[in-house]
């Protein structure tokens, strides 16, 4: 999950990186107190968006008297980046850059270890860099287990030609962000750019935080303490209502999985699973002209309840007339579990399951007691002689009718 | 024949008292697997299924000592806030081969244990996998389901499969059974961005497996797994023919968003599946549009390879 | 009240049995007994919840206990 700027900022700030003087202000009204504030001198207004690409879309800008400000600031608040909603305006004073230096610190899921990406050359697509100037960027891995040393950091910073005080500066600001990643369960900790300014010192000018959402209930704490609500999914897109409902009918207990619900315009429900069925499900199902009204995985072997709740859930939304219940062939999940989760959904939901479910195609795991259940309900089913991908061309075909 | 476990293995449950646990261990040992303990702290003294449940790994591990067992393999089944310390602790009383089931592990517990995992000398396969089958000699994890389900999805035979999807693994598998080609061993390595092992490093293994005579697997965006296998395929001039699966070809339109699995975030031109199914075919793998497909593509490959 | 799918039918015999009563209340994953002061209690909500396990079948003496699947 995604942090905006001035929230990266604030973590930065507590592990005493440096940062520029900085104002964020919730609507235009305001850049004018804010722009006194940071004590009148030339400003860049920065929009507050879970993307890249903000100053090619114009809501990066400068201004160097109260009232540009407030014009800047009024010009940035509509924007869209990436169909990113701009929440709100960073106002930081403009410094005199003398050299931008990038780093970053990732997973690499080869190594199975974490990186940390350090460039003297920053500012700038660093895969273009790499690429160019591959001398100028250094990847250095680091243990999970053996204690952090700050040489560690010193050597990526060395690697890339750096030397003298620059040296002795930039590390120990590598040297933090490496123990930020790690202390928060993050999978990305990006400063780009790292900013050397013209008087010698080195400031952080921008930032870029994702942590982990599988180690969100470790960290509850500083998500409180920078007002991140358990509701933000920090998805590319922001998260629609129904989405929302479907991350609450997952979160309803802890067994197994009926959920990462992503909400599509089309009419064809799909209760599909699991996490690799779902992605080959869902490209069946366009392949046939279908039109998915959401993407959803069910996996894990979620109890009866979820898989029912899932059900309601797609059934509520408008348009939707029928929904195809698909997977591979099930190993942990239940075909039994499964059918009742689906069957009851549809009769809570005041619909007859013979007439709701275009098709049923979970072979697997207990399917014996499955198919008994989908016989005496008079649901369409298909055992494992029919593949995924024909079952979804049956879905699409019923729908056609 | 099989590669990482065979029908000696003894094996052990980690949260054995678990919902899905309980499920596992019954299947497990229906189809003939030596569960020969189960750990649950505080439940000592119970069984399930006839399994003897120990309060810890080193009380499992000695109690079959001194009945001349050496326990070298566990299934950790445990809820994400304990699976570090429950690999972990197997790692301290000398287990080998650890197949961690539980999903939703943030990656660096794992990327923890893996490292510790590679001091010990050990193999973790997942976390957020069904585990390993081979064919009538031994499955561990909940690859297959239930032992009738099993058999009828799994054949002997010369096909391995590595999958990221557990679902997927059976899906295969069925699939090639149905069409007449049985498998050698069976890994759902799981689809975490970070797992204990990779496509690349089951390679040696089926390679060095006399009875393996081709590979499938399922793909899917995110990661540079795929491309770490084509890297091995053509540095090491893999005998095996491979066939892969791709999933997910949606996501390119989608960048940025997460469906399947943790490991599925597409994050640069790497791993879209375009730029995947590139990589692979330019090392020689096939690649799969449909599942069905998979079966005629491996015969069509054993056969160019035998000319 | 039965579930949708699944019944189970708890003899009158042992129902009062605290002993039992625990047991059950223990040894079912999903939860479908409750043991209370004056015996077992049949949680309606989770009866289709129920896995089939049969683990509860052996906690009371044989034929005490019955799971009745209602789709047959």
């Not at chain 1, 900790?189 to 008087?199: G, R």
């Not at chain 2, 189809?31 to 499992?60: E, F, H, L, N, S």
């Not at chain 2, 089944?77 to 699976?83: A, D, I, K, L």
């Not at chain 2, 899917?220 to 070809?249: C, K, Q």
């Amino acid at each position: 999950m995604r942090f905006y700027e001035y929230e990266a900022k604030a973590l930065f700030r507590r592990h005493g990186l440096p940062l520029g003087k900085s104002q964020l202000i919730e609507g235009p009204e305001q850049a004018r107190t804010a722009f006194s504030a940071l004590g009148g001198g030339p400003v860049v207004l920065k929009s507050q968006v879970l993307s890249g690409g903000r100053m090619k879309a114009g809501a990066v800008r400068f201004a160097d008297d109260a009232a540009a400000a407030e014009a800047a600031a009024a010009a940035i608040f509509p924007i869209r980046v990436n169909d990113q909603a701009c929440r709100s305006i960073l106002v930081e004073e403009k410094t005199q850059v003398e050299k931008e230096y990038f780093v970053a610190i990732t997973w690499d899921g080869r190594a199975k270890r974490p990186v940390c990406v350090f460039s003297d050359m920053g500012g700038i697509d660093i895969e273009e860099v790499a690429l160019s100037h591959p001398e100028h960027v250094s990847k250095t891995h680091f243990s999970t287990i053996v204690p952090l040393m700050p040489h560690v950091a010193k050597q990526a910073v060395a690697a890339t030609g750096v030397t003298g005080s620059d040296l002795n500066k930039l590390a120990p600001i590598v040297f933090e962000l490496m123990k930020i990643f790690l202390a928060y369960d993050l999978t990305l900790a990006e400063i780009n750019p790292l900013a050397k300014l013209a008087d010698g010192r080195f400031i952080v000018l921008d930032g870029h935080i994702d942590l982990e959402a599988e180690a969100r209930g470790q960290h509850k704490k500083l998500l409180a303490d920078l007002g991140i609500g358990d509701d933000e999914t920090r998805q590319a897109r922001p998260p629609t209502a129904f989405e929302l409902a479907g991350v609450r009918v997952n979160s309803a207990d802890h067994r197994g999985v009926a959920g990462n619900v992503v909400e599509f315009d089309g009419n064809l429900g799909l209760v599909i699973g699991a996490g690799g069925g779902s992605l080959t499900l869902f490209d069946a199902v366009r392949k046939h002209g279908g039109q998915p009204a959401n993407y959803c995985e069910i996996g894990g072997n979620p109890s009866m309840s979820k898989a029912k709740e899932l059900t309601k859930l797609i059934l509520s939304k408008p348009g939707v007339e029928k929904i195809a219940v698909m997977m591979n062939v099930v190993s942990n999940t239940r075909v039994d579990i499964v059918a009742r989760g689906v069957i009851k959904g549809c009769l809570e939901a005041g619909k007859d399951p013979a007439e709701t479910i275009a098709i049923f195609r979970i072979p697997g795991a207990w399917e014996e007691e499955g198919f008994k259940i989908l016989k005496k309900y008079g649901v369409d089913f298909c055992d494992r002689s029919v593949s995924m991908y024909d079952a979804a061309g049956r879905a699409v075909a019923k729908l056609r009718k | 024949m099989s590669i990482l476990l065979s029908r000696d293995t003894q094996i052990i449950v980690q949260g054995i008292t678990g919902r899905e646990a309980i499920n596992l261990t019954r299947e497990n040992l229906a189809y003939g697997a030596k569960i020969v303990g189960g750990v649950t702290p505080g439940r000592a003294g119970r069984d399930i299924y006839g399994v003897p449940v120990y309060d810890t790994v080193r009380q499992a591990v000695s109690a079959n000592a001194e009945k001349g067992i050496r326990v070298t393999g566990s299934i950790v089944s445990v809820p994400p806030n304990f699976t570090q310390d429950a690999i972990f602790e197997a790692l301290d009383s000398g287990i080998e081969l650890i197949v961690v089931v539980t999903e939703n592990v943030p990656r660096k517990q794992v990327a923890q244990a893996v490292e510790y995992a590679g001091m010990k000398g050990a193999r973790i396969i997942g976390p957020n996998c069904l585990g390993i089958i081979s064919p009538d000699e031994c499955k561990m994890g909940g690859v297959g389901g239930p032992a009738a389900n099993t058999k009828q999805a799994y054949k002997k035979g010369t096909i391995g499969v590595m999958s990221r999807s557990g679902g997927m693994t059976t899906e295969i598998a069925s699939t090639l059974t149905a069409a007449g080609l049985g498998q050698s061993t069976c890994v759902s390595i799981g689809g975490d961005a970070i797992v204990g092992t990779t496509y690349a490093e089951l390679m040696p293994f089926f390679e060095a497996d006399p009875e393996t005579e081709a590979i499938a697997i399922y793909s899917e965006p995110g990661g540079r797994m795929e491309a770490e296998l084509a890297e091995w395929v053509t540095t090491h001039r893999s005998r095996l023919p491979i066939v892969a699966f791709m999933a997910g070809r949606f996501m390119d339109e989608m960048k940025g968003m997460r469906f399947g699995h943790a490991g599925t975030i597409v994050e640069g031109k790497e791993d879209t599946t375009a730029e995947k199914i590139k990589r692979m075919e330019a090392a020689c793998i096939s690649v799969a549009e449909r599942i069905e497909e998979i079966p005629a593509l491996i015969r069509k490959r054993l056969a160019e390879r035998k000319r | 009240m039965p579930g949708t799918f699944i019944d189970v039918r708890v003899d009158a015999s042992v129902a009062r049995d605290p002993e039992i009563a625990k047991k059950l209340e223990e040894i079912c994953p999903v939860s479908i007994f409750a043991a209370e002061p004056s015996g077992v209690r049949i949680v309606e909500e989770n009866l289709d919840e129920c896995v089939l396990c049969d683990l509860c079948l052996p906690a009371a003496p044989a034929g005490k206990i019955q799971i009745v699947k209602l789709y047959e």
